[in-house]
């Protein structure tokens, strides 16, 4: 059995990759969010740290609900000399599909040590229902 192993290629590659800087895959999908379905409502959790409720922006809009707002820099005395600088100022946007069966002037949202929850009901016509037979 004859195995090829591009040498050359496939050591670049996995060198690239484990040198790569964490930023390039930390800040991708970034808030992180959780969607969990149950049988009434929609839950929408998005990791928020350092981020103000002023600061923030949601709308729900078509059957998309978007999660928007910029996480802006904190003070540092101006005598301080900068050794590591991870934490970034900047503007984020996600946008979940729910879809239109939503009761849009229901949802609630609440942000709490850096965590938001969106709660979003369905409709009446859309929650799963029994159906008594006769």
Known sequence: MLVRFDYPGTLEGLLD???APAV??????YPA???AEHENEW?????LPGVKKEDLKIKFENGVLTIS??????ELPQDARIWLNEMRVRQFSRSISLGAEVDADRISAELQNGMLKVVVPKAEYARPRTIEVK
């Open 43 to 47: 839950t929408v959790v998005a990791e």
């Open 24 to 29: 390039q895959t930390s800040f991708q999908g």
């Open 33 to 35: 969010i959780d969607v």
């Open 69 to 74: 707002g910029e996480r802006k820099p904190y």
């Open 17 to 19: 990759e484990f040198f």
